[in-house]
């Protein structure tokens, strides 16, 4: 039986209040540095101190829209956790359990934190709907900008609704996120390619400001790899199916990251008796977050680290390689997963990773902004949240007359 889609449980209250007893109340608190997107854990983990956990949960929503993503799929352990003072004595404060819990509060209490301000006549066109194109557009119309969403597919979130696997992150926390964008009065054109269906010139004419925020939209292919799958291409596919999802009795994993990870667990979750994991790195070098490597050690999947594939023959059968000792594998697998890397995918816009080096997030000399995974710095949830509110702040500078 699948269980793709069982996500672990949250915390109690009584959870949530132990965990904050356990806070040390820092002044210019790490954490709080440390939270790319500004989140402010120190702030809100003060208020359920005092059992504030209405003001709690609007710190958490006014800072970070899409804060209930953020609390289920951020690496925190590289973030706020990371630097928080409690590591010092025993463990980090579980901060992410926290905001979740906040979050969830906010959403079964049918809270109405954001507020907007009256409308400034200005129309932003905003290409792409992942989380920085949200963050954008909902804080451009938290300012009373007129906001238009033009999106390829014919649902909002990017990777959140069509890459990262549901028993980590469940489509409703998603819908509800962009349910709260929506009610700022932000509109959706789906199924709008931008470059083939719409031209980004008539955008940048129409508009006082166009922000792109595609993403790394195409998963890297190995050419002689005919009849590998893409890792995006499969979870997708797996995801819009909601589990129900046909699956072969083995599988091979080729790539080391998260994305390979979360290919790797899926599979298991969806009943794949044998899944191999060929990683180039060994495990000393591996790219993975800790968190997601055991969690796929834990569902039993085999990883070979240190192979790579050296041919792909066509009877199906792949001969993997160890970089560095004398030692070949060959497997026969009924199917390949291709987890190797994303990029992006300019087609039709005219531009290139060259344009995108501004530290205000402007394409010189136009009124295009960007944001998000082709913008420079890490490629996470929380890296798109901290660019999209950046973005729309250049964006707020710019049309207020430093045209
Ligand atoms: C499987 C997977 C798991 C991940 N897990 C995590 C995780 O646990 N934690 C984490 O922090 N990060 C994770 N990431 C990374 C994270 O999802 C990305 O960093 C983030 O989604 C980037 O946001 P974005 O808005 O820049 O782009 P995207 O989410 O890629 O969204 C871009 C959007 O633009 C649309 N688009 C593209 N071109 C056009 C066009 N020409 N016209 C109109 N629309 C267009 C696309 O359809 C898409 O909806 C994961 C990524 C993947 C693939
Ligand atoms: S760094 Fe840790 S202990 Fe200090 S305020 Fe933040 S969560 Fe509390």
Redesign the pocket.
């Given at each position: 039986m699948s269980n793709y889609l069982d996500e672990k449980k949250g915390f109690t209250p009584r959870d949530v209040f132990e965990e904050a007893s356990r806070c040390l109340l820092c002044l210019d608190a790490p954490c709080s540095q440390g939270c790319p997107a500004g989140t402010d854990p120190a702030k809100f983990i003060r208020s359920v101190r005092f059992k504030n956990i209405e003001g709690a949960a609007s710190t958490v929503r006014e800072n970070n829209i899409l804060a209930g993503i953020c609390a289920r799929?951020?690496?925190t352990e590289k973030y706020c956790e990371k630097a928080c003072s409690r590591s010092g004595i025993d463990k980090p404060i579980q901060i992410a359990e926290i905001q979740r819990f906040l979050t969830d509060y906010e959403e079964t209490c049918k809270m109405k934190i954001l507020e907007k301000e009256k409308p400034n006549g200005k129309k932003v066109a905003v290409?792409?709907?992942?989380?920085?194109?949200l963050t954008a557009a909902g804080n451009l119309a938290l300012k009373g900008f007129d906001v238009t969403v033009?999106?390829?597919?014919s649902k909002a979130g990017?990777?959140?609704t069509y890459?990262?696997p549901e028993y980590?992150l469940p489509n409703d926390v998603v819908n509800n996120e962009i349910k709260k964008i929506e009610n700022l009065g932000v509109k959706f054109k789906f199924n709008?390619?931008?470059?083939k269906d719409v031209l980004l010139e008539n955008l940048k004419n129409e508009y006082d400001a166009v922000i792109i925020?595609?993403?790394?939209?195409k998963g890297k292919l190995i050419e002689d790899a005919k009849n590998a799958v893409l890792a995006?291409d499969f979870?997708r596919d797996v995801k819009e199916s909601r589990g129900n999802y046909k699956v072969p009795s083995d599988a091979v994993v080729i790539g080391g990251g998260?994305?390979a990870m979360?290919v790797c667990t899926t599979l298991k979750r969806l009943g794949v008796k044998n899944v191999t994991d060929c990683i180039y790195e060994e495990f000393s070098e591996f790219r993975a977050s800790q968190k997601e490597l055991s969690e796929t050690q834990k569902c039993g999947v085999t990883i070979m680290d240190g192979y790579v594939p050296s041919s792909f023959k066509d009877n199906g059968e792949i001969v993997f390689k160890h970089r560095v000792i004398n030692s070949e594998v060959v497997i026969k697998p009924s199917l390949t997963v291709l987890a190797i890397g994303?990029k992006a995918?300019f087609s039709g816009?005219n531009i290139t990773d060259k344009d995108l080096t501004s530290s205000t997030y402007q394409i010189k000399g136009t009124n295009v902004f960007y944001c998000?995974?082709?913008a420079p710095g890490d490629?996470?949830?929380?890296y798109?949240v901290k660019t999209g509110k950046e973005c729309a702040r250049a964006i707020i500078d710019y049309v207020g007359g430093n045209k």
């Open positions: 799929v951020c690496p290409i792409g709907s992942g989380p920085a194109g033009f999106e390829k597919y990017g990777y959140l890459g990262i980590r709008t390619n931008v470059g925020a595609v993403g790394f939209a995006v979870l998260d994305v979360d994303q995918d816009l998000g995974d082709i490629k996470t949830v929380v798109s």
